[in-house]
């Protein structure tokens, strides 16, 4: 069976309410917990609506709320206990969560409260920047605005990539099937270079 058939069949043995209920679950727990990935995510629900082309809009506003709802709960969950989720990233093993929240943190810093739209639009920093902002005195009505207009075109744009780029990506998957295994082998090396360096420049800074 080719992997395209394979996955539509996948498809076609869950509802669209179900499919959509875990799109808005996913992306919640992406912007309350930082996890999981919101471009995967988004562009799976992407594949999905095009299995049915009027779950488009559907697919692009479920995911957009289900993320801001997650938002918003960090948000005040950072705001109300911000002493103790300071402690928890001073003392916490999640270094890499730690890195990204200091850059959140610098962001936030130097460019404002506009950093919250333009952090919504880079990787991993686009969910950590929540907690910057309600350390902060950012009203939660422009946290809202800001975190909704790029929660929005960011949803827009990865669904986007599921729905119209998705069953042809399959396709190509598929036949180069050699191609596309080296191309996953090298984003894991990618990957795990990435860590290492991380880890070896931290540990170099903790030394100085």
């Known amino acids: 069976m080719a992997m395209s058939e394979f996955v539509f069949m996948i498809f076609d043995s869950i509802s669209w309410p179900?499919?959509?209920?875990?799109?808005?679950?996913?992306?919640?727990?992406?912007g309350a917990i930082l996890t999981p990935s919101s471009e995967l995510?988004?562009?799976?629900?992407?594949?999905?609506?095009?299995?049915?082309?009027?779950?488009?809009f559907p697919a692009v506003f479920v995911t957009t709320s289900g993320n801001m709802i997650g938002f918003v709960l960090l948000f005040l969950i950072s705001r109300r206990y911000s002493d103790v989720i300071t402690?928890?990233?001073?003392?916490?093993?999640?270094?890499?969560?730690?890195?990204?929240?200091?850059?959140?943190?610098?962001?936030?810093q130097k460019h404002g409260h506009l950093y919250v739209l333009y952090g919504r639009y880079i990787p991993n920093v686009r969910s950590v920047i929540t907690i910057p902002a309600g350390f902060s005195d950012m009203p939660l009505s422009r946290f809202v605005i800001y975190s909704a207009f790029g929660s929005l075109s960011w949803s827009l744009f990865w669904v986007s990539v599921?729905?119209?780029?998705?069953?042809h990506l399959l396709i190509i998957i598929e036949t180069h099937k050699l191609f596309a295994a080296a191309l996953l082998?090298?984003?894991?090396?990618?990957v795990f270079v990435h860590r290492h360096l991380f880890l070896r420049n931290r540990s170099n800074q903790a030394a100085t």
């Open 185 to 190: 082998l090298l984003i894991i090396a990618a």
């Open 87 to 108: 402690d928890f990233l001073k003392s916490s093993r999640f270094h890499y969560i730690k890195h990204m929240n200091r850059k959140a943190i610098n962001g936030f």
């Open 162 to 167: 599921g729905f119209f780029l998705g069953p």
């Open 18 to 30: 179900t499919a959509l209920t875990i799109g808005f679950l996913l992306l919640f727990l992406n």
């Open 41 to 56: 995510s988004l562009a799976v629900v992407g594949l999905y609506a095009s299995t049915q082309a009027w779950l488009y």
